[in-house]
T-cell receptor, first 111, second 114 residues
């Protein structure tokens, strides 16, 4: 069974304090790993897709990286508007291709 | 495109009543997903459709839940009868055939069953 574990569950940062969120996964062959951002009262918003170990994607202050066992979402010099829940999802190469979501990391950035 | 549209945004009902949630996916998307999100269980996939056909409903918690997709631009999720433990936020999402992982979510329906 595919498993996705995100850590930490919650993270509080000061504005400008860089950090990383972790997504570790167990899947029989990775087809894709996805990062989403969810603001309170809204649906998840797609951010990145990563396909193979060593791949990196960047968007503003966010950079996602991928290894064979985990992915990191690095947040550089965060701002209060980066406060949100960040969800990770993995898609296995066999079966239905429907991704499995993790529980998410709730990020709060204080000014 | 207006994105995925869901209605109603909020629904408050009494236990035992029928609840119908509605979704309009992004035009041209082949896949439609229904999710339920709670603090306790996170985001759970209930059912998904491909080209209007239900493919996997193993996430539907009980026979009280049913979903239909009569055409490419409309889907419903029905709960009958509703129970307090059904209280959650229900999301609809859609994706095209190239990326089931790149899903576009609607704003959700917050359901409260009293």
């Amino acid at each position: 069974e595919d498993q996705v574990t995100q850590s930490p569950e919650a993270l509080r940062l000061q504005e400008g304090e860089s950090s990383s969120l972790n997504c570790s996964y167990t899947v029989s062959g990775l087809r894709g790993l996805f990062w989403y951002r969810q603001d309170p009262g809204k649906g998840p918003e797609f951010l990145f897709t990563l396909y193979s170990a060593g791949e990196e994607k960047e968007k503003e202050r966010l950079k996602a990286t991928l290894t064979k066992k985990e992915s990191f979402l690095h947040i550089t010099a965060p701002k209060p508007e980066d406060s949100a829940t960040y969800l990770c999802a993995v898609q296995a190469s066999g079966g239905s291709y429907i991704p499995t979501f993790g529980r998410g990391t709730s990020l709060i950035v204080h000014p | 495109d207006a994105g995925v549209i869901q209605s109603p945004r909020h629904e408050v009902t009494e236990m035992g009543q029928e609840v119908t949630l509605r979704c309009k996916p992004i035009s041209g998307h082949d896949y439609l997903f229904w999710y339920r999100q709670t603090m306790m269980r996170g985001l759970e996939l209930l059912i998904y459709f491909n080209n209007n056909v239900p493919i996997d409903d193993s996430g539907m918690p009980e026979d009280r839940f049913s979903a239909k997709m009569p055409n490419a631009s409309f889907s419903t999720l029905k709960i009958q009868p509703s129970e307090p433990r059904d209280s959650a936020v229900y999301f609809c999402a859609s994706s095209d055939w190239t990326g089931q992982g790149e899903q576009y979510f609607g704003p959700g329906t917050r359901l409260t069953v009293t």
